[in-house]
């Protein structure tokens, strides 16, 4: 099947070389890193230094091992070519089978068991979170934890806190609070569960924050080097258990607005809104809001009425909670479908409102924007031959899976994702950093101003002696 595409279908290898071919002319910047083992999750963490044609950024990694050595929490360094900077001939020269200069590995957490997801906090990214194949939550402080050699029968990195609560394995379901320090989960056990991590402010933390050369924002207590046993970290339990869903819990959302406010959705196919302010009781519980299980979630910061869903039905749909009734009564406001397999990941765009990402088995990262659908003309070039509404832009450049991708909030309109391709690269899979051309997502008046001005540019320096 990888080398033949169905009936009047591209087979992976020839769609990737036709898109490998267009990259000079889809993207102001592309990287492509052949990553030693699989990766199912990647996170933009804090930026480190501002330059003249590059930016530096932390990046935070899984690495799922074989077992001939640990499984790894990876936090690298990367370099993020500003716009308009890289020359199209170097954008378009990558080797897909070989490392990225601009990635560089920068410290090892040896990880207790596989690293299914990580989130980042907010209020202070330099703490993580992170789901493993077990009921707990590991939080991490991936500055002050000491960097380790993933060697076999290697000790496991010691967390700076654990959270309990679950009954049963929480593999996927995470979320971190945009206002507080909360943190929020779900699991097999059918069950949402949060937590705040300044439930275990020590004074040895405050010492922390306030001491020279620390950031002044440190939630926890720093990890000591060589104390490495799990069970001597600390541990706290959650705030609340919220009870609704009927099947493993597959993801989870804080509204951007408040940490009491949350939402879930499962492999029940539900839709759920909860307020820990009224109890643990769901508030609004869509029953059937999509036809197959629901693999993931997201609400709009721009706009808080506004939930992205994604389902093993192969659509995103997008749900407007002023429609939602008590009783489950509503049906989604559009319906997104441009994926021939199941949604893994949705994200809206920190950088424009109505702008979002969805990646899928299907091994394509699209993106879209709400404010394009119903509308009869769409710029020519952005958008494929009966592209559904409101798909504007496709990144093909994965060959399998695409299992994760993080919208960069410092650096706009950049996006990291990963596949699991390792059949296909010869290697761990593929990380991806990349920004489309601004002319596909720009305004076209805006777009035909400069391309006039540019013009004009030309004929003044024709005609100088």
Known sequence: MRDRGKAGQPSVDERYTQWKSLVPVLYDWFANHNLVWPSLSCR???????????????LYLSEQTDGTVPNTLVIANCEIVKPRVAAAEHISQFNEEARSPFVKKFKTIIHPGEVNR?????QNSRIVATHTDSPDVLIWDVESQPNRHA???AADSRPDLILTGHEDNAEFALAMCPTEPFVLSGGKDKSVVLWSIQDHISAAAEASAKSPGSSGSSVIKPSKAGSEKVSDSPVIGPRGVYLGHDDTVEDVQFCPSSAQEFCSVGDDSCLIFWDARVGTAPCIKVEKAHDADLHCVDWNPHDQNLILT???DNSVRM????????????SPIHRFDGHKASVLCVQWSPDKASVFGSAAEDGFLNIWDLDKVGKKQERSGTRTQNAPPGLFFQHAGHRDKVVDFHWNASDPWTIVSVSDDCESTGGGGTLQMWRMSDLIYRPEEEVLAELEKFKQHIQTCSKRP
Not at 44 to 58: H, V
């Open 118 to 122: 990580i989130r980042e906090l907010p």
């Open 310 to 312: 994604g389902s093993a």
């Open 151 to 153: 060697v076999l029968g």
């Open 319 to 330: 749900f407007d909670r002023r429609n939602l009734s008590s009783g489950g009564i509503g």
């Open 44 to 58: 933009w963490g804090p930026q480190l230094e501002q330059a003249t044609y590059k930016n530096r950024q932390r």
